[in-house]
Structure formats: structure tokens, C-alpha cells
Antibody
Framework: QVQLVQSGSELRKPGASVKVSCKAS????????MSWVRQAPGQGLEWIGW????????TFAQGFTGRFVFSVDTSVATAYLQISSLKTEDTAVYYC????????????WGQGTLVTVSS | SYELTQPPSVSVSPGQTASISCSGD??????TFWYQQRPGQSPLLVMY???KRPSGIPERFSGSNSGNSATLTISGTQPMDAADYYC?????????FGGGTSLTVL
């Protein structure tokens, strides 16, 4: 069965960096796109962007260019989200989610990773 | 930029029909997707491409999309359906989420 297992919670100070991982299993990793979505405490879902796992090409939503980086390691079927120069407003649960790139269906989600940015 | 608007909350009595709306400019020309999120859990896809139910989603969930509005309908609502529901579409290759609707079943 398809599974996306994310790394554990992180606590960082403002200005630091964090890298969240998302390990995929149960399907051919390179045949789907991986989206990243965040949810601030008590707030709604916000799309950060996605990465074409096959080509490594990223696409970012407005407001998420510069400090956010997507990467993949196909040898271990894992996608990564790195955020640099963290701000307190980056505190959120970050989700990876599989997207079928032809039908654009986001069908499986990771369990989420809480990133807390606090001094 | 494209926006989707949802009512913040909807209330329904058990066994009744709940309708959650999602509005956007000419939304009927795009596919709409719906996610259910229970407290402390990840979102779960409950409807895709306007009116298609993923495997495992109960038949009481249905969807439609016409004009500027898409609707998720839950017939015979059960207490377990209480959750936040988000609509989503794609615009120029980017995903757009609605603000979410909290469904209360009481």
C-alpha cells in the first residue's frame, strides 16, 4: 500500500534552517509528482509547491520562492523540503502529498511534520 | 490570483444532508477536489475531479460543480463526518485551496 512517512518534529530558532524528509513506499517513486503543503496552527491548508520527482524540476507558489528548496533522492525514494532563514511565522505542520501528474489528483498524504520556530 | 471561498462553518443534524459550497470565478471550467481533515490527522481525499469518489469513501459523499460554485454533499450525515473540509483546484499549474469549512454534526 502507498505510504508517505515523514521525519519527526523539529524545533529551531529564528534564522536557522530545517530539512524535512518524506519517504515513499508502495509505488514507483518516479512516476508521480510530490507536493508540499503547510498548515499553521489553527489555520487552513497552504500549498508551497511541488517537485517533478523524475526530472527534479520544482514549482513554487507565490510567496515561497527563495527560502524554500525541494529535492529528491530517488535511490531511497525520499523527497525533502528545506527551509532556510526560518521565521516564527513558518511554524506549521508541513505535509508531503503524492500527486498523479496527469490527472492532478493529490491522493496520498504524509502524516505531517511539525516545525516550530521559536527563540 | 485565483481564490476559492468556503463558508467557515456548516451545521447539520445526524441523518440529515450537509452541503458545503466552494466558489471561484468560472470554477466549472476547472476540476474541484475535496479533502476531509479530522483533528490531528492528515487531509484525506474524499472527492476528485468534481464528482468522483476514491475507493473507500462512503457513497453518502457526492460532489458537483456548476457555474461559479462546487458543492460537496453528505447525505445521511453521521457523527464521524464531523471534520474540516477543504476544496482545492488547479490554476496555471498551482494548487489553490479554499479556506476550509468546519462541519459540525449535532
Amino acid at each position: 500500500q502507498v505510504q508517505l512517512v515523514q521525519s519527526g518534529s523539529e524545533l529551531r530558532k529564528p534564522g536557522a534552517s530545517v530539512k524535512v524528509s518524506c519517504k515513499a513506499s508502495g509505488y514507483t517513486f518516479t512516476s508521480h509528482v510530490m507536493s508540499w503543503v503547510r498548515q499553521a496552527p489553527g489555520q487552513g491548508l497552504e500549498w508551497i509547491g511541488w517537485i517533478n520527482v523524475n526530472t527534479g524540476t520544482p514549482t513554487f507558489a507565490q510567496g515561497f520562492t527563495g527560502r524554500f528548496v525541494f529535492s529528491v533522492d530517488t535511490s531511497v525514494a525520499t523527497a525533502y523540503l528545506q527551509i532556510s532563514s526560518l521565521k516564527t511565522e513558518d511554524t506549521a505542520v508541513y505535509y508531503c502529498a503524492r500527486v498523479t501528474d496527469t490527472a492532478m489528483i493529490t491522493d496520498y498524504w504524509g502524516q505531517g511534520t511539525l516545525v516550530t520556530v521559536s527563540s | 490570483s485565483y481564490e476559492l471561498t468556503q463558508p467557515p462553518s456548516v451545521s447539520v443534524s445526524p441523518g440529515q444532508t450537509a452541503s458545503i459550497s466552494c466558489s471561484g470565478d468560472k470554477l466549472e471550467k476547472k476540476y474541484t477536489f475535496w479533502y476531509q481533515q479530522r483533528p490531528g490527522q492528515s487531509p484525506l481525499l474524499v472527492m476528485y475531479q468534481d464528482d468522483k469518489r476514491p475507493s473507500g469513501i462512503p457513497e453518502r459523499f457526492s460532489g458537483s460543480n456548476s457555474g461559479n460554485s462546487a458543492t460537496l454533499t453528505i447525505s445521511g450525515t453521521q457523527p464521524m463526518d464531523a471534520a474540516d473540509y477543504y476544496c482545492q483546484t488547479w490554476d496555471s499549474g498551482t494548487a489553490i485551496f479554499g479556506g476550509g469549512t468546519s462541519l459540525t454534526v449535532l
